[in-house]
């Protein structure tokens, strides 16, 4: 019996020194609220996260869309943390997520994200006007067509929250579809068909008809077509486009390099900043995109920092 209670109060020991050593490990430099709800929908609420450094905070705000293949849920572990680590706060924003919504739905949900975060500005300690937006593939997409499709709102808008601007001031993102009407080359068509034909649902578009008080489907060609023009960031770049970075890997059979190298060539031709990092022999995604998320968080200083620095 003795040797028993020794053995288990040696093993609780071992249990003590083993919390002892997790308690002692560092705090995390930062505080994370979650869902926070930035908007409701059909009686469903949209939430997102908040990160904020404890210390240096800079004032200054990036976006992180939670988005692949326009699928988002709650972000589980480390979120930003690079952009944290130098100052930023960060939003975590999850939208409406395909099976269920759509492309154009999706971006309403970031559009009020983005007019949510802006009028919350002074209560989230960051500078309305200095918004930086990163995401990868699907939220990548969504990055872009914050920065060249976001409106400045409506003043006549009921909700306060609706009379701002959803644009951000700059972009850095990785591997996103630009131009849904010229995919892998001029022509290919990828509406949810071709390389994107398993994920039909996020351009499974519909209409309400106010007569049957159904969504019926939209069938008709011309105007599926133009749906997938107006939710492509290619053909909404102007010379107020942001400063843009993009990460995309040459092997890229998801998201052919092309996509990128449309939206370069346009925010250039617009003259706009605008710099294409190209992975060699990379896919969709590759194991240290740390290297290029430093490169994101440079980009960000440059730009963010320095239009705060000047205003």
Request: proline share 6%.
């Amino acid at each position: 019996m003795f040797k028993l209670n020794t053995l288990c109060a040696a093993l609780m020991l071992g249990v003590l020194s083993s919390l002892a050593g997790a308690l002692e490990s560092p705090a995390p430099n930062f505080t994370r609220t979650e869902d926070i709800i930035y908007g409701r929908k059909f009686g469903v609420a949209l939430t997102m996260d908040m990160i904020k450094p404890k210390e240096n905070a800079n004032g200054l705000a990036i976006i992180y869309v939670v988005s692949g293949g326009w699928f988002s849920s709650h972000p589980n572990g480390a979120v930003g943390n690079t952009y944290v680590d130098r100052g930023y706060t960060v939003f975590a924003v999850v939208h409406g997520s395909q099976p269920k919504f759509t492309i154009p739905e999706i971006l309403q949900d970031m559009n009020r994200a983005v007019r949510f975060i802006r009028i919350h500005a002074k209560d989230y300690g960051i500078d309305p006007d200095h918004i930086g937006i990163t995401g990868g593939s699907a939220g990548g997409h969504l990055s872009l067509m914050q920065g060249n499709a976001g409106d400045k709102g409506n003043p006549d808008a009921k909700d306060p929250i609706d009379r701002v601007s959803s644009r951000v001031q700059c972009v850095a993102c990785f591997y996103p579809p630009t131009d849904f009407l010229n995919y892998a080359k001029t022509d290919d068509i990828a509406i949810g068909r071709g390389v994107l034909g398993d994920l039909f649902a996020p351009f499974d578009f519909h209409d309400f008809d106010t007569k049957t008080k159904r969504f019926v489907p939209v069938t008709d060609e011309a105007k599926i077509l133009e749906i997938g023009r107006k939710i492509s960031p290619v053909y909404h770049v102007t010379a107020d486009s942001p400063p843009t970075l993009i990460a995309h890997g040459d092997a890229d059979t998801r998201v052919p390099l092309h996509q990128s190298e449309l939206m370069i060539d346009k925010l250039k031709a617009a003259g706009v900043e605008a710099k294409l990092i190209i992975r060699p022999g990379e896919k969709h995604g590759w194991k240290d995109q740390n290297k290029e998320t430093a490169l994101f968080a440079d980009w960000f200083d440059a730009h963010l920092k320095a239009a705060a620095v000047r205003k």
